[in-house]
């Protein structure tokens, strides 16, 4: 996590950006780092959304699961003050995986 107020953090209010920045560009982040399946986002709140990755049989393994988690709470950071991701893990199968990320700004 990059703390504010050091370069590389884009103090989201500041300059206009928010997570939604990066949640509407998700799929081509997707489509570099997969291979198949696909992911959709869903607005939830104006600062909470939902997103589904499907087709990705390595979603079997929890520690993939939980670094996916983190990359993209890592990333929401870059555009907010604190993010929060909460698994699906009702919905998690083989090859699917959904989270929550919520954030203060």
């Known amino acids: 996590m990059v703390p504010a107020g050091a370069p590389g953090h884009l103090r989201g209010g500041e300059v206009g950006a928010t997570p939604w920045t990066y949640l509407v560009q998700i799929g081509r982040l997707y489509e570099r780092l ?5 992911i959709a986002v869903y607005r939830i709140a104006p600062k909470e959304a939902l997103v589904e ?3 990705m ?3 079997e393994v929890p520690y993939f699961c939980n670094a996916w988690r983190g990359v993209n709470q890592s990333i929401c950071e870059l555009f907010c003050s604190k993010a929060y991701v909460k698994l699906g893990s009702e919905e998690r199968r083989a090859t699917r ?3 929550t990320l919520a954030w203060a700004v």
Do not use: E, K, L
């Open 53 to 55: 990755v499907h087709g």
């Open 34 to 38: 997969a291979t198949g399946g696909g």
């Open 97 to 99: 995986m959904t989270f």
């Open 57 to 59: 049989p390595i979603f």
